[in-house]
């Protein structure tokens, strides 16, 4: 192989790893939406749960754990949601129910007051979101009345 020959393949090389380093799929592929915001019932924080989001036409979801505050911020591998509209669900704390005389003990959800039983289900929860690019606070006010 001639030097200019040498020269030329070394530069189709470098040109080849640019171009694979630039081609679409190469990284994230979707930009995504930073999601965050609070949880309120009858106006109050609820500080134990977690917050689902589900695009039925998408298939994309991610959660988020409530913070004592109410306050949630979704964090996942995408580093948020892709843009779309969203159901949102809220769920109480799992927690660790221990064996009775009836039931063995398992996995299940911790009783609280603060979530509405209309909101822990996608069929039922009024309660939507839409994401765009970018960063989106998402306030979500659940109430008791009207059950």
Not at 5 to 20: D, H, N, P, R
Request: proline share 7%.
């Amino acid at each position: 192989m001639s030097s200019m020959a040498k020269i030329c393949y070394v530069l189709l090389v470098l040109i080849g790893s640019t171009l694979t380093l630039t081609l679409p799929g190469c990284g994230p592929s979707v930009s995504v939406g930073q999601v965050g915001g609070k949880v309120t019932c009858d106006g109050q924080p609820v500080a134990e749960g977690v917050v689902t989001f589900h695009n039925p036409d998408t298939g994309d979801a991610a959660q988020a754990e409530l913070k004592p505050d109410g306050t949630f911020q979704v964090s996942n591998a995408e580093g948020g949601l892709p843009p779309g509209d969203y159901r949102v669900t809220i769920m109480p704390p799992t927690v660790q129910l221990p064996d009775t005389a009836e039931t063995e003990g398992g996995l299940g959800f911790k009783e609280v007051t603060n979530i509405p039983e209309k909101y822990r289900s996608a069929k039922t929860s009024e309660l939507t979101a839409t994401v765009q690019t970018g960063s989106n606070n998402l306030d979500f006010a659940m109430q008791t009345a009207n059950e």
